[in-house]
């Protein structure tokens, strides 16, 4: 039986109905939107904004995980971000996640009032799993194959599904052996993270398969690569394809969707819930 709930510090947020993720990136070299939200008062615009469309959970990032992206130090990293996360946990009311895979950034970060930790490399880096045990918070695995910078060179499976699937067995182990709390994990496929455009699209068809491991799921597919190729649309020309993917990983058991586009993918899950409701 999935988790269909995740205990954080001052309420707990139901997924029985996806639940939105709104993307805050505070980098100036990110695929979709490098640069726009740099600025400490257009990111919390940025932020407020997002709340007001029905985000539950804002992402901030400080470091392009985009193919061939370049590392950012970590004195960089955190000035991109702590003031972001200070000044929406002192102005809204809503749970923040850190998207890093510096132990330090998460440490910082959850000091700083930062409510789960979003990890693209799935707390396999140096202090990370101690980090995330010692903040007892949740914490978003996300499965991806090499790095950032070459992760698309040459993708290759045995079974997509099933391969990502044992990774997740495994890392969830680690985490639990380290202390963390298997409800507070949640599992991310990684779409576009070191999978070919096919690879990507078997993932999506088959995610439900992920709901065997009991633990809530969270897909992130907006604008992504894997849409603007199978469509021909540059980036900004995206938002079609991107509550397409929405929808269909909630369909498939998705419950948390990151998204740049809150407003819009909040109607077409509003339309999907209401349309399961009805359904016999």
């Known amino acids: 039986m999935t988790v269909n709930t995740l205990t954080f510090k001052n309420q707990i947020l139901d997924l029985s109905v996806p639940r939105i993720m709104g993307i805050l990136n505070v980098t100036p070299d990110s695929f979709s939107d490098g640069g726009k939200f740099t600025s400490l008062d257009i990111a919390l615009e940025q932020a407020e904004q997002m709340i007001k469309d029905g985000a539950s959970i804002i992402d901030i990032g400080g470091e392009s995980t985009r193919p061939g992206a370049a590392e950012v130090s970590l004195q960089d990293e955190l000035d991109r971000v702590i003031p972001v996360i200070e000044a929406i946990k002192q102005r809204f009311d809503t749970l923040v996640s850190i998207d890093t895979s510096k132990a330090q950034v998460m440490e910082v970060a959850v000091a700083n009032g930062a409510d789960l930790i979003n990890d693209v490399r799935a707390l396999q880096n140096t202090g990370c799993v101690q980090v995330a045990a010692k903040a007892q918070i949740p914490v978003c695995l996300m499965h991806m194959q090499g790095l950032p910078r070459t992760m698309q060179d040459n993708p290759q499976y045995d079974d997509v599904v099933e391969d990502v699937k044992q990774f997740f067995v495994e890392r969830i182990a680690a985490c639990e052996q380290a202390g ?65 993917a929405a929808v269909i ?24 819930n209401a349309t399961q409701r009805e359904s016999r």
């Open 180 to 244: 963390i709390e298997r409800n507070n994990i949640i599992l991310d496929p990684g779409f576009g993270f070191g999978k070919t455009l096919e690879q990507n699209y078997q993932l999506l068809a088959n995610q439900k398969q992920l709901l065997d491991l009991g633990l809530p799921i969270l897909a992130g597919i907006s604008r992504k690569s894997m849409i603007g190729h199978l469509l021909n649309r540059e980036v900004e020309e995206r938002l079609a394809g991107s509550l397409s």
């Open 249 to 272: 990983a909630a369909i498939n058991g998705a419950g948390i969707i990151r998204v740049h586009d809150v407003k819009e993918t909040v109607d077409a899950i509003k339309v999907l």
